[in-house]
C-alpha cells in the first residue's frame, strides 16, 4: 500500500487533454493491482487492473503502468471527460497477504 | 453492478450503543471486507472474511467485531459506539482467480453519525 498523508492530492486538466495519475506501493511482493474511481457519495468502482507479470495494460481511454523495479504504478486518461472528475485510488494485494491495500487517492477535476 | 447491499446505508446513534451494519452479497465469492473511510485515511481495512466463519483482523479493528455464518452475509458490529467511529463504511467482496486476488467490488457505502 502507500504511505498515508494528511492531504489528498489534487490534479486539475483541461477537458481534452490527458491525465495521469500516479502511485507508490512499498510491498515488493505485491501481485496484483487494481485503479478505482470513486465519485462523490458513492462506493468505489473497479476501473482496471493489472498484474505483475506485466508491466503495461489497456483498456477503454485508460492505461496502467507498472514498474515493479521503482514499486509505481501509474493510471493514465485518454481525452479527460467532466464526467472523470472523481478521486482515484490504486490498491495492491498480495496472495500472501489475503487482503487489498489502498492509497489515500488523488482527486481529478476537470476543467471544462 | 456486482451484487452487493449494504444495510442501513444512513444511520444515527448515540455514543455507547451497539450498532450493527450488514452486508448482503449474491455473487457467491469467498472474501468480503469491511473498510471505513475517513477524510486523509483513504480506505483503511477494519476486519475481512475468508470464508464462513473465517475472519481476521485489519489495521483498525479495536471496537469492532465481525461475523459470517453464510457466504452472502457479513455483518459488522460496533460494541459501543464512540464518536471515533462516526466514518463511512464500505463493505467489498473479491473472488480468488487461478492466478490469485481478483478486483473486490464495493457497496454503495453506509454513513454512520455517532452523537
Known amino acids: 500500500g502507500e504511505s498515508v498523508g494528511l492531504h489528498l492530492p489534487t490534479l486539475s486538466v483541461q477537458e481534452g487533454d490527458n491525465s495521469i495519475i500516479n502511485c507508490a506501493y512499498s510491498?515488493?511482493?505485491?501481485?496484483?493491482f487494481i485503479w478505482y474511481k470513486q465519485e462523490s457519495g458513492k462506493g468505489p468502482q473497479f476501473i482496471i487492473d493489472?498484474?505483475?507479470?506485466?508491466d503495461k495494460r489497456q483498456g477503454q481511454r485508460v492505461t496502467v503502468l507498472l514498474n515493479k523495479t521503482v514499486k509505481h504504478l501509474s493510471l493514465q486518461i485518454a481525452a479527460t471527460q467532466p464526467g472523470d472528475s472523481a478521486v482515484y485510488f490504486c490498491a495492491d494485494w498480495s496472495d500472501g497477504g489475503n487482503q487489498f491495500y489502498f492509497g489515500t487517492g488523488t482527486s481529478l477535476t476537470v476543467i471544462p | 453492478d456486482a451484487g452487493i447491499t449494504q444495510s442501513p446505508r444512513h444511520k444515527v446513534t448515540e455514543t455507547g450503543t451497539p450498532v450493527t451494519l450488514r452486508c448482503h452479497q449474491t455473487e457467491n465469492h469467498r472474501y468480503m471486507y469491511w473498510y471505513r473511510q475517513d477524510p486523509g485515511h483513504g480506505l483503511r481495512l477494519i476486519h475481512y472474511s475468508y470464508g464462513v466463519k473465517d475472519t481476521d483482523k485489519g489495521e483498525v479493528s479495536d471496537g469492532y467485531s465481525v461475523s459470517r455464518s453464510k457466504t452472502e452475509d457479513f455483518l459488522l458490529t460496533l460494541e459501543s459506539a464512540t464518536s471515533s467511529q462516526t466514518s463511512v463504511y464500505f463493505c467489498?467482496?473479491?473472488?480468488?482467480?487461478?492466478?490469485?486476488?481478483?478486483?473486490?467490488?464495493f457497496g454503495q457505502g453506509t454513513r454512520l453519525t455517532v452523537v
Open positions: 493489472i498484474r505483475s507479470n506485466m
Open positions: 467489498a467482496i473479491s473472488g480468488v482467480g487461478h492466478t490469485g486476488g481478483t478486483e473486490a467490488f
Open positions: 510491498n515488493s511482493a505485491s501481485d496484483y
